[in-house]
């Protein structure tokens, strides 16, 4: 139960996201909404599409297509009366990743697949979502930035996978790894957080 | 049987503008009729894989593929006498979209698919071949243009269902559902039609 | 044990220029693994989704990930020795581009699919992780370049597959068309090489 409302609420704000990303082309309400469900669902159909998972999550429970569609519409009309877009859609973005990440972590686990595959499920599935955003919406995709972002999303993964293997019951498990993420990702949008000069790229 | 054609008809439609899309780049003829094929092949792999069809249509017939290269390879050598290209590739794409949208729908209805799968299967068949096209053309997806593109594939992908529904036997449901996107998008392409400003994004 | 050998080699070789692609956007270790990872992973995921292979190789056999992310992590702390970054890409490419067509040929042949299904999955798969790199990057798909690309792909794809129509139990099989796909893009890239100028489109 709290999987499932923990899910709705990530599809709703990578929606959200979708619309908010798709919104500075001057795009209808139609196609926006179309890149809103796509950005929303995404990443979990990569997933389920990997692990094989039949059907794929959002052909069995329509519930996830009409909280994406339903999520967009409503950022549509809403979103003109809010400013600084870009910054909100950045931790919009981070809520979704923190959630979309653990989720896969766990759905990945709980199908009998190793613990170096649900991590990598996880970051996968997290990420991919906003990438296709960024891509079909010609944005420079976020994992590229000058910031954490993959790597809170690799650090919660690490952390859900090892409470998980020690407590498998333990209820809290993954509101603990969600929010590991989602300070880590935030703190780094907030304060530019990022490596130290010797673990980043130079040419 | 009419299915059928349709369908080589739409294959051929999406890898002419395949063709059409990657010439500006001063390609070779190979690597355009490869360009052509995945265009042409590449939205109705996407439905393939969501719905778990297997296997995929073009691996089950190649007759899929040999149209594809040939539509290729032919449009390489004729588009050279055609003066307008890029308003012609407007409108076979649009005669794709239509196509590919409907016949998406109704092999998701007739898979059993939920009417709702069924219309999103066909919007997002319809659009996927042209938007790989344009992402890997580096062109700037029809979707985020400012015309009626996703809208006409909706509408189209509505109508079938009602009729699909009601009339469940009758042969020119398809040719009315596929009338009904290609007149609003060409149309649309004409004479520039879109959305009043209420139900476009204003930042 | 040779197949498996060489498809190592493959994986490490398309993460060498994922890092390599990636490095040039000043990122950090951890999302340039991750890109290394995609590109290295990408083409044969692809390859098995549309085969409907399963598990994908990489969840059946973990091995294959430890190489692409050792490859990664490794040429993320030695390519800053390296001059000349850009060219030893492109025959790093050619060489990943080898063997992952010929390894998806044989494979999609072993399967028991038809030829020209074999050799249209050899070309997507060769071709495939590094468009994928190509486009998260930013950077202009190699396939789109001023040399042939698509071409040595397809010419080793028909050779291995009439060696292996004629020869099924030959050893070097493999070897002879990895050879023609590595020697005719190495020349492509060093001279040049492209296609007379009535099979390049003008418009």
Do not use: C
Request: no cysteine; aromatic share 14%.
């Amino acid at each position: 139960m709290m999987i499932y409302s923990l899910g709705l609420i990530g599809i709703a704000a990578f929606a959200i996201t979708g619309v908010m990303a798709a919104g500075k082309k001057g795009m209808d309400i139609l196609s926006i909404t179309l890149l809103g469900v796509v950005t929303a669902l995404g990443g979990g159909t990569l997933r389920d599409i990997i692990l094989d998972t039949n059907p794929i999550f959002w052909v069995a429970d329509l519930f996830y297509l009409w909280v994406s569609v339903s999520a967009s519409i409503i950022t549509f009309f809403l979103v003109r009366f809010v400013s600084h877009v870009l910054h909100l859609l950045l931790f919009i973005d981070a809520f979704g990743l923190s959630l979309f990440t653990i989720l896969a972590t766990e759905k990945t686990l709980m199908l009998g697949f190793s613990n170096p595959v649900a991590v990598l499920m996880g970051v996968v599935t997290g990420i991919a979502g906003g990438m296709i955003r960024d891509i079909l919406t010609g944005r420079m995709p976020l994992l590229l930035g000058k910031e954490f972002y993959a790597t809170p999303a690799l650090l919660g993964a690490v952390v859900f996978t090892i409470l998980y293997y020690h407590f498998p019951m333990h209820e809290l498990n993954r509101l603990y790894a969600i929010g590991v993420i989602f300070i880590l990702r935030a703190s780094a949008i907030q304060w530019g957080l990022y490596y130290p000069k010797w673990l980043m790229y130079r040419e």
